[in-house]
């Protein structure tokens, strides 16, 4: 819990600290418990709760009675119309745009696919048109939104908002995104990597007594990780860890274009899965496309709604017990078994979550197969259990974990101080 100052000039940061306290409780603090977690005086969270009411940032509540004899004391909770952020998400495949109150609940939500051409400017273009509408939409005054924040595919450079060299979309190399959707907007605008974004949701969501040490797998057009380790969203030393795309999980498996075999990544995307489920005749190859027999032939180009449509195929023909669809994706979770058990030994993590906006296609599957996998691959290096489930935020996980940031950035004593 941070700890308050009694000094007059740095009230901004005072005012973070009692909002932080009040949103970390359940059910809200009367002020007597917040000078009592904060460090500061009861006169300053007087003063300081007194500001804050009146900013509409927090509101008093119920009253609540203490042991002993003495009134009830009045219980301070945010304000959730007090403030607003935006997520947006900016997938290959999908355009996510959520917006949240100052209690992290999403208020509303859209969607837009992402243009097949891949285009920048395009796919900022629909980004913003999503934004006006979730505005429009939902009522709120442009006004009570603090900024924007952008889930986006690494790497990139955090501080300047410049999308760096995405493999996946190479037309962004070196987009300014955080630029481009201030201008078009008029909101603040901060840029994060999506696997970060999407640990940073699930950690605010985060049950009570959870494991505070734990990796986020996104799985969307393509693989990452999201950590937090000692309760912290561990983002590096240039805020872009998380790439494990060319973790090796089987040496006879598929090239990648780093001229490498079965790098997790790439055994695992869906366009990978889909280009295989071809070959084996499992579903048929788009008019037009070539799709060689060997696993070493040149690669077919397949657009990302194109691979979007087929995988759902594919995993439909899965559930419908065909064998050889069936073997596609049990060697992806067999794959992914071998990469979560490096990693929990490593990092020493217990508990793995799984999202993104591919990820509830094949969730109940995983679910079911992946701890069984878990078990044969890992031969002894793990210390103690995994647990594996699914995120508790959802699909939009990353566009919500965006906000969020938005959100921290804005209310949150460590930042203030930066």
Partial sequence: MPRGANLPVIAAFNETVLLDAIRRSEGGLSRVELARKTGLSAQTVTNVSRRLLAQGLIREGGSRQID????????????????????????????????????????????????????????????????????????????????????????????????VRPPLVPGWTDFHLRDELTAATGLPTLVAKDVTAAAVAERWRDPAGASGNFAFVYYGTGVGVGLVLANDVYTGASQNAGDVGHSIVDPTGPPCFCGRRGCYGESVRPHRLVLSAIRDGVIAAPDGVLVTPGADGPEAVLDVETVDELFTELVRAADDGDAAAERILDRSVRNTAIYVSNLAALLDIDRVVFGGPTWSRVEQRYLRLLPLRLAEADMGILTHPVSISSSAVGDDVAAVGAACLVLDSTFSPRATLR
């Fill in 68 to 163: 002993g004899p003495g009134k009830p004391r009045t219980m301070l909770l945010l304000e959730p119309t007090g403030s607003y952020a935006i997520g947006v998400h900016l997938d290959p495949t999908v355009i996510t745009c959520v917006l949240l109150d100052l209690e992290s609940t999403v208020v509303e939500h859209t969607r837009r696919h992402s243009p097949v051409s891949g285009d920048a400017a395009e796919t900022v273009a629909l980004a913003v048109d999503a934004v006006t509408e979730l505005l429009e939409i939902s009522g709120v005054d442009r006004g009570r939104v603090s900024g924007i924040g952008v889930a986006a595919p690494g790497p990139i450079d955090a501080e300047t908002g410049v999308v």
